[in-house]
């Protein structure tokens, strides 16, 4: 099955939504609402636990009517059966793109159940302290040891599922700067701690350094024979495994057609079992493949994500407006906003298109936020009162799970409070006085959950997955590759040689010479 390769800017929808853009760009959101009181009604979504409330964008029905016509025009719906049927999509690197395929258990290969069901086991044996380490103690510390996909969703998830996590202490190493893995271990006891080397492809250069030094540290306490009771590894590299030392028995395998960015759901989630055990590691899975059946199956006018790819090319393509801003209210999904910017901007910074033109519209929309409450007193202003247009996500939950209903209140009451200001503003209470007044009619999305479960964050995660699809399909770009990251990875390998004194023949640029000089 071919994946569509439609350049959106020669669609009929695109030339109808550039004349309904000129007309519509000053209309007020305030007066839609005066207009038409059923709005927040009619653009609003209600699925499972979810409730997603778009009526404050800048939008009228014509222009839900259009960005439908366009997603009908290149041939989303033909993009979404693609990708759920396996077959190549992620043409550039000649590779399927299955990662929803890992929390379809009706469906599910035999080597993802069978490698579901070790991550089960080995997560309940530690968890469980029959996994022992060398002296025969039971295991307290689980180091994660990775870096981009093979660190950011595992980290993300276990600070978000805290409230269901068990004894252990769980950790990440990411960073080749060496005081992370430093002050990750200095209060650790070799004897009682299990490090997870998690690499796609087992040649990163951070995670190889960080898992070294890791085994260097561990060593000192201990001999080689014990390593095989302290390290596992998570790779699709198998050959690179036991060349570091891991034995075959401790290897989680991975597969070319999961992605990185899109790994957590595979064994590269091993970290997030043994947090909170596997139970709740699997309904996370279910809660994705639910979001999953709902991208698939539902109309396009009724679908959460792409209701909110769509709105995110309006804006991006139309208003020009070059970022999106994320703010959970819920101090658990601190680490969301770096996990979704891997995903959409690994995903969709990408200037040529589909069939290998170079493209003169606008792509991948930088994406950034921090959570609610603590962002109102950071960046909100901007938001407010600055002159960039800022389409911000608000995503809140109707329970709190510590159930402090003073602090749920307040909580709840300044993320509603904030979508309001954004829309109503107050030009016209304060028009004496420029500098207070705020304008409004700044488009923001609420996303309502009832609570935060590993459930319903499977959900929120495939979300947005499939948001970022529905954006590269219109864009008619491919999502899925990540080229742009292999040049600086090849030109460190040069400026490491010169820093350790070598040659240093790659460096051209006086100003990178410089640099390397003052560092020497
Ligand atoms: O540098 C980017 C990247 O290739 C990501 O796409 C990936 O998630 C990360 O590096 C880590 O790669 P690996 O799992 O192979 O170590």
């Known amino acids: 099955m071919s994946f569509p390769k439609v350049n959106p800017t020669k669609t009929k929808a695109w030339e109808q939504l550039k004349a309904h853009f000129s007309e519509t760009q000053s209309g007020k959101m305030q007066e839609y609402f005066t207009q038409d009181?059923?709005?927040?009604?009619?653009?609003?979504?209600?699925?499972?636990?979810?409730?997603?409330?778009?009526?404050?964008?800048?939008?009228?029905?014509?222009?839900?009517?259009?960005?439908?016509?366009?997603?009908?025009?290149?041939?989303?719906?033909?993009?979404?059966?693609?990708?759920?049927?396996?077959?190549?999509?992620?043409?550039?690197?000649?590779?399927?793109?299955g990662h929803t395929a890992l929390r379809d258990f009706a469906k599910m290969r035999p080597e993802v159940k069978d490698t579901l069901q070790k991550v089960k086991a080995f997560s309940d044996s530690v968890i469980q302290g029959e996994w022992t380490g060398y002296s025969g103690k039971a295991i307290q510390t689980v180091v994660n040891i990775g870096i981009g996909g093979s660190d950011l969703g595992p980290t993300m998830v276990c600070e978000a599922l805290q409230y269901y996590k068990n004894h252990l202490q769980v950790r990440f190493v990411s960073n080749v700067d060496g005081d992370h893995i430093a002050e990750t271990l200095r209060d650790l006891d070799a004897e009682t701690t299990l490090f997870i080397v998690v690499?796609?492809?087992?040649?990163?250069?951070?995670?190889?350094?960080?898992?070294?030094?890791?085994?260097?540290?561990?060593?000192?306490?201990?001999s080689s024979h014990a390593i095989a009771k302290h390290f596992v590894a998570v790779s699709a590299n198998l050959e690179a495994v036991s060349h570091f030392g891991i034995s075959s028995n401790n290897i989680f395998p991975m597969w070319d057609w999961v992605g990185g960015r899109f790994s957590l759901w595979s064994a590269v989630g091993l970290s997030i079992a043994c947090a909170v055990g596997y139970d709740q590691y699997e309904n996370l899975l279910v809660g994705a493949h639910e979001m999953d059946l709902h991208f698939k199956n539902t109309e396009f006018g009724k679908n959460i994500p792409v209701t909110l790819g769509l709105l995110s090319v309006w804006y991006n393509n139309f208003y020009g407006a070059e970022s999106e801003c994320i703010v959970p209210y819920s101090q658990y999904l601190n680490k969301l906003v770096p996990y979704l910017q891997q995903g959409f901007m690994e995903s969709n910074g990408k200037s040529v298109d589909r069939n290998g033109e170079s493209i003169d519209y606008q792509t991948g929309t930088i994406v950034w936020g921090s959570v609610g409450t603590n962002a109102q007193h950071a960046f909100f202003q901007l938001i407010h009162q600055g002159t960039k247009l800022v389409p911000t996500d608000f995503i809140g939950f109707t329970k709190s799970l510590h159930g402090n209903k003073d602090h749920h209140n307040k909580l709840m009451a300044n993320m509603v409070a904030q979508t309001e200001a954004l829309l109503q503003g107050t030009y016209e209470t304060h028009p004496e006085n420029n500098f207070k007044a705020f304008v409004g009619n700044k488009p923001t999305n609420t996303l309502l959950i009832e609570s935060l479960t590993p459930k319903s964050l499977g959900s929120l995660i495939a979300m947005y997955e499939h948001k970022l699809f529905v954006q590269g399909v219109v864009w008619n770009i491919f999502s899925?590759?990540?080229?742009?990251?292999?040049?600086?990875?090849?030109?460190?390998?040069?400026?490491?040689?010169?820093?350790?004194?070598?040659?240093?023949?790659?460096?051209?640029n006086p100003s990178t010479q410089r640099l390397i000089d003052k560092l020497n």
Do not use: H
């Open 37 to 97: 009181p059923s709005r927040a009604t009619r653009f609003s979504i209600a699925w499972e636990d979810f409730y997603l409330d778009y009526s404050k964008n800048r939008i009228t029905d014509t222009t839900q009517k259009l960005l439908l016509q366009l997603a009908e025009e290149v041939q989303l719906k033909e993009a979404i059966t693609a990708q759920f049927s396996g077959a190549p999509i992620n043409e550039t690197e000649n590779r399927a793109v």
């Open 199 to 222: 690499s796609k492809t087992f040649t990163t250069q951070e995670t190889l350094t960080n898992a070294n030094s890791a085994k260097e540290w561990f060593l000192r306490e201990s």
């Open 480 to 508: 899925y590759d990540q080229w742009g990251v292999e040049l600086g990875k090849q030109l460190a390998k040069g400026t490491l040689a010169a820093l350790e004194g070598n040659n240093a023949s790659n460096l051209q």
